[in-house]
């Protein structure tokens, strides 16, 4: 049995965020060494603020400061940081209830070990020396032995600062290794020989391109292998004129549904060596291969007479 | 057992813009809900559960947004249930919710739908490079032109036919304050001059990308009893699904949109859908999918549904009125496109869509599709109860 291949997949993009009145005077209270909850209905203030209150679900717009300094209320510590945490030496994750809030926010505290960390510990703000209005603008906790900071208890905020953050950029990154599995990996062997190779169903008997190692509407098992084309026909296709981003093709071109010959259905590719204008359904097609394409770059017109409208009709 | 009869007795739409940069997600699904909330005159208490859908979670790259969003739409202490089913999203929310209902598992369901596009970028959802696999060459257009080609060739449509459909929508969203896209000055002309994008699709016959969402409050018989408005009644509601790609796929005219739309006919004992149904909020994202809808849901014989279009039975004040709203074509927030067309049927029942009011409208189909023509979800309401 032909090697099953795998690939590092990462998907990664800076999503945007808009933050709303709440979250808005949050990080841009962070950036000016401010720490805002909200007050809810029953006199509750929660830091972090939310916009709508957990228990009567009232819209909640009333913002309170709050002291940078706080209590413990549970801690775990982390032996080994990973990219992107807020340190990069061992810390301490930490939930800390600032003095005059009554909910806890979860953060990292600098601390030498895990001896040095407690349940009630008194700790206090680090702030970061650059600060953009974000979560990241306080650098971690550290200890601290002092009473309440300034202000002692919550204080009225209107939540106005000049220059609010209205938005963030949140990028988005996870990373997996990508297995296309047994039937197309070795379809993709037969690629490399310059052959594309289907399945054909053992039920309905339908040839699929590529493979997919069972048959979607009859729910078996396809192993049996079968080569294709590498000749076909043009059923359907529209004319791109938008440019793709990452795409070295030069608009206009015709992307294709490409019936191969012994195939039951279409597969998708683009058509060249032909002007765009030129191309028509029943076009008989040829791949073009590149030297070190996996895929056939394109195809190209075959040569052949146009094939009958109804001998693909139901392959578009 | 039979099945509670169910009601629409609130219908709740943000102003649907290109970019809500003034409120969080949050606070976008709070304006649609507490609108819903107000139509019906009840309050939160009144919400036994929640049923909120949204399209791939790629699309504003919050993993299971669902998760955040149970204080904005007061369900704290309640059941709260996410559904995803790509396009088609709204309209399956809005079935599952009925169930609920339908069952009496609940006697009033908050359901809800959104999508804020502007923080991220749907095209770069739908297109992530997969190794070993031969990019799409096409973008979102680009997957349903060929189709478009297809339905021209297989039925001799002239290639004018989809911008009747554009010059149609656009105008009834004039109607809608609720709408996206307010083309005042919108012509024919102008459409039929618009760049083609995805050769046979133009600029103007391509939907815009929104921020919006959408709610709507379902309940029993005791709950619609007690409705200050008119309500809307669920005469049948069915999904489907098929796979994007298979041997034998009809893209023009898929079969789980023909057994999802006779599922729901049977339902609602509705013989002839284009004699029975007197107004239709269909998912056209493409203007062509109008005729091509048309005969998927039987409203016309294979082949004809051009021709309706052509000779305006599809226009606000016409025979069979589609897409009174404006429909996908000018406003698109994906997850709730299809609650759209399921809340603006239940408008047209119940005498409440304002300037594009369907005079008399009794019975209407809402419909969505998505995926690669792969989800397909409907409902039939009527402003009178169900008989049985």
Redesign the interface.
Known sequence: MPEV?K???V?E?P???????V?SAFLTGLRERVVLGVRTTDGRTLVPP????????D?LRDLVEVAPTGTVTTWAWNHAPRRGQPLGTPFAWVLVRFDGADTALLHALDAPGPDSVRTGMRVRVRWAGERSGAITDIACFEPYDGGPGTPAGPTGHDGSFTDPV??IV?P?RLDYV?S?GRA?SAH?QALSERRTVGER?PS?R???VPPRGAC??CGVATTEQVEVGPRGTV????????K?R??D?EV??V???IALDGA??AL???IGGIPYDQVR?GLRVEPVWTEDG??PDHYRPAGEPDAE?ETY??L? | MSKEPVAVVGVGQTKHVAARRDVSIAGLVREAALRALTDAELTWADIDAVVIGKAPDFFEGVMMPELYLADALGAVGKPMLRVHTAGSVGGSTALVATQLVAGRVHGTVLTLAFEKQSESNAMWGLSLPIPFQQPLLAGAGGFFAPHVRAYMRRTGAPDTVGSLVAYKDRRNALKNPYAHLHEHDITLEKVQASPMLWDPIRYSETCPSSDGACAMVLTDRAGAARSPRPPAWVHGGAMRSEPTLFAGKDCVSPRAGKDCAADVYRQAGIADPRRDIDAVEMYVPFSWYEPMWLENLGFADEGEGWKLTESGVTELDGDLPVNMSGGVLSTNPIGASGMIRFAEAALQVRGLAGEHQVEGARRALGHAYGGGSQFFAMWLVGAEPPSS
Do not use: W
């Open positions: 291949l690939a590092p997949l998907v993009f999503f945007t965020r808009s933050l709303g009145p979250q939310v916009e709508y209150d957990p228990v009567t679900a819209e209205t938005g949140a988005a990508y296309p197309q993709l169903c309905c339908k040839v699929y979607p509407t059923t359907t296709y529209c004319i791109v004129n938008i793709a990452n795409l093709i206009p071109y992307y294709a549904h039951d259905l998708h590719g683009r359904m996996r895929h409208y009709k139901e578009l």
